[in-house]
């Protein structure tokens, strides 16, 4: 677990399907990108949306139905893990400092 977040809303589809927004922290936000990877209470979702301090992801009916996120209301923490590649990124980045001519 990178860190914890907190739902901050779910919005119900006619569908069936529901959007769920969670803040986190900006530690961890950083390496959030809109239809990149999340892993949230174990379950690997696509983000829909990135904002200051929060993203959401799409929930289909079998998500909400299989996993505990079917139960997770708005105050509820959640466990985040970001996608290991931007993690490598990062650490190529700062490994090897750009010297400017």
Not at 19 to 46: C, F, N, P, Q
Not at 65 to 90: F, H, S, W
């Amino acid at each position: 677990v990178d860190a914890v977040g907190t739902v901050f809303s779910r919005a119900p589809e006619p569908d069936g399907s529901c959007v769920v927004t969670i803040e986190a922290d900006s530690s961890i936000t950083r390496y959030i990108v809109e239809k990149g990877s999340i892993t949230v209470d174990g379950v690997s979702l696509t983000v829909t949306a990135v904002d200051d301090g929060a993203f959401s992801v799409a929930l289909i009916p079998h998500t909400l139905a299989v996993t505990t996120l079917g139960t997770r209301q708005p105050g509820d923490g959640v466990n985040l893990e970001v996608d290991v590649l931007a993690k490598y990124v990062e650490r190529l980045l700062t490994a090897y400092p750009r010297s400017d001519p």
